[in-house]
């Protein structure tokens, strides 16, 4: 017997891939003439698949706006934020070893900083305010004679908010500082001109955008002269930068996955916008839920709620057979961490962790949506019953459930 | 497409699922006592009613954690009708087997003990006062 799935709202996590997409990687790997080794382009069959990776590298360019010769293919965002932060820091640490980053950043940005900060790196945490946004002025104020990179994500996974790349990239460029943009969450969601908007370098993932997982890449502005030294080394591919045999068909998964992207990203986003704010608006109806980040400048696709007066733990407990969606903490054990982003847009530690993240996608329904609203408002009811949140704390006085009985 | 695994025993699950005995209780011989915090993450009140020597109702509010949710609710269904004891029906590393608590989770098990005792002294003292 089949047993029935939770709605999939966890897009942010990651999505389905696109029936046409997958059609599209199907008759790449089926195609007798195509799996030659790009890399082995002298006869026939590596021709062939160099062709469809060329072909996907011009897609991909003209999805985010940059030139075809400046995509690097990685294994995607993750690999592509290490060679960016890792490749800049060490072909440079002769001339300088200070990066400036944000709290908020993704946990591949995070590592790659907190490690060269091990070896010896200094790294700028920078704040975010209370609705997840970072004052670009807060980035020029903390550059220095000795930065040698700023890493700022475009589109914050976990609260939506949309940072103001191209201001950021115009006080790097004054400053003579390369800028890495983690855009994993962009494509699709809101439109890209990484030239136009000044980034130099910026990270992809074909995965959050309705194509196969375990291929993304690394945008490098060749016309910005700035160098990296390669993570992985072998047979030179990506003209040195990235060593390793293509995956032609991933590759070309991920150029049919951006063309389709870009090309519906203003419909994508006007329905996710619909149905976001219903989702939004009808869990409001409990009282007592909080939207992290600033709802009005932020993607359509991510709504993050924190609900008063329930556990993380059992909230997310209590939905989990309806509904598929992301929490504010790993809970399954005691050793919870609540968000750190969350944490560090002030809220506090229990309502960081009382918090779901919802990612709405292409195959969303409004269906769909009511049975999310249903699923957490019946349990946000009952959680709070359990905990007398509803009771006015009768029993006991609010100041001690709060602080600690005695 | 087979379900994720699930972290919680079946117990552990049914009694959080229904959580019979969630609420408080009023009236004679009822005392109450909380222990933990919001703050701290657990948060146990139960409400025991104590009569001619034998408890015969307990009520409980948690804020915590499905296994906090789960042995409260337990535990004032099975202490109904039993001789008063300022002790758990069952003692906290029993709990922890009966529920599959994972040892990390020890401490919220101390917090409903902590619950658990004082409101069966706030009982006993209530009980005693009514029959003066």
């Known amino acids: 017997m089949t ?5 999939y709202l966890d897009n942010a996590a990651t999505t389905a891939v696109d029936p046409r997409v997958s059609a599209r990687v199907m008759q790449v790997l089926n195609d007798a003439d195509l ?9 026939a069959f590596g021709a062939a698949a160099l062709a469809q990776i060329e072909a996907a590298r011009v897609q991909v360019a003209r999805a985010v706006g940059c030139d075809p010769g400046d995509i690097v293919w990685t294994s995607g965002a993750t690999e592509a ?3 960016a932060i890792l490749g800049v820091a060490q072909y440079y640490r002769e001339r300088g070893r200070h990066i400036v980053t944000v709290r908020t950043e993704h946990k591949a940005v995070l590592d790659c900083c ?6 010896g790196w ?7 305010d209370a609705r997840g946004i970072l004052d670009p002025q807060a980035v020029a104020q903390s550059l220095r004679a000795d930065t040698v990179l700023v890493s700022v994500m475009h589109v914050n996974n976990e609260i939506g908010v949309v940072q103001d790349i191209r201001a950021i990239a115009s006080l790097c460029a004054a400053h003579g ?9 962009s494509v699709g969601k809101i439109p890209l001109d990484l030239r136009g908007a000044g980034v130099t370098l910026a990270s992809l993932s074909a995965h959050k955008a309705y194509g196969p997982k375990g291929v993304g890449a690394l945008v490098l502005d060749h016309r910005s002269g700035v160098h990296l030294q390669p993570l ?14 293509l995956p032609t068909h991933q590759i070309a998964g991920m150029g049919e996955a951006f063309e389709i992207a870009a090309r519906e990203q203003t419909d994508d986003s006007q329905r996710a916008a619909g149905l976001g704010r219903l989702l939004a608006e009808r869990c409001g109806e409990l009282g007592g839920v909080w939207r992290n980040g600033d709802a009005a400048s932020g993607v359509a696709q991510i709504v993050s709620l924190s609900f008063e007066g329930v556990e993380g733990e059992s909230l997310l407990a209590a939905v989990r057979d309806r509904i598929a969606v992301s929490a504010g903490s790993a809970c399954a054990s005691a050793n919870q961490e609540p968000s750190y982003v969350l944490r560090a847009l002030g809220r506090s530690e229990r309502l960081a962790e009382a918090t779901l993240r919802f990612g709405l996608g292409r195959f969303t329904s409004a269906q769909d949506i009511d049975i999310a609203v249903q699923s957490v408002s019946a349990a946000v009811r009952r959680l709070r019953k359990i905990a007398g949140f509803e009771q006015g704390d009768a029993a006991e006085s609010a100041a001690a459930r709060r602080a600690g009985a005695p | 497409m087979s379900a994720a695994p699930d972290p919680y025993s079946e117990l552990t699950q049914r009694y959080f699922e229904q959580s019979p005995n969630a609420g408080i209780l009023q009236g004679l011989g009822v005392g109450s006592a909380m222990a933990g915090s919001e703050a701290a993450g657990t948060l146990v009140q139960f409400h025991v009613q104590i009569l001619q020597q034998h408890i015969t109702a307990a009520r409980f509010l948690a804020f915590g954690c499905p296994h906090v949710i789960a042995v409260a609710s337990w535990l004032t269904e099975t202490c109904v009708g039993r001789r008063v004891q300022e002790t758990l029906p069952e003692n906290v590393h029993a709990l922890q087997r009966r529920f599959e608590v994972p040892v990390e989770k020890m401490g919220r098990l101390l917090v409903i003990e902590d619950a658990w005792i004082a409101a069966i002294r706030a ?10």
């Open chain 2, 123 to 132: 009982a006993i003292t209530k009980s005693r006062a009514a029959l003066d």
């Open chain 1, 114 to 119: 907190r490690e060269l900060e091990k070896r």
């Open chain 1, 177 to 185: 500082v390369p800028l890495h943009v983690d855009a994993a969450q």
């Open chain 1, 81 to 83: 934020d290490n060679l």
């Open chain 1, 35 to 43: 799996y030659g080794n790009a890399a082995s382009a002298s006869h």
């Open chain 1, 232 to 245: 992985v080394y072998g047979g030179g591919q990506e003209k040195g930068l990235r060593s390793g045999t």
């Open chain 1, 3 to 7: 047993q029935r799935l939770p709605v």
């Open chain 1, 122 to 128: 200094s790294i700028t945490w920078l704040t975010p």
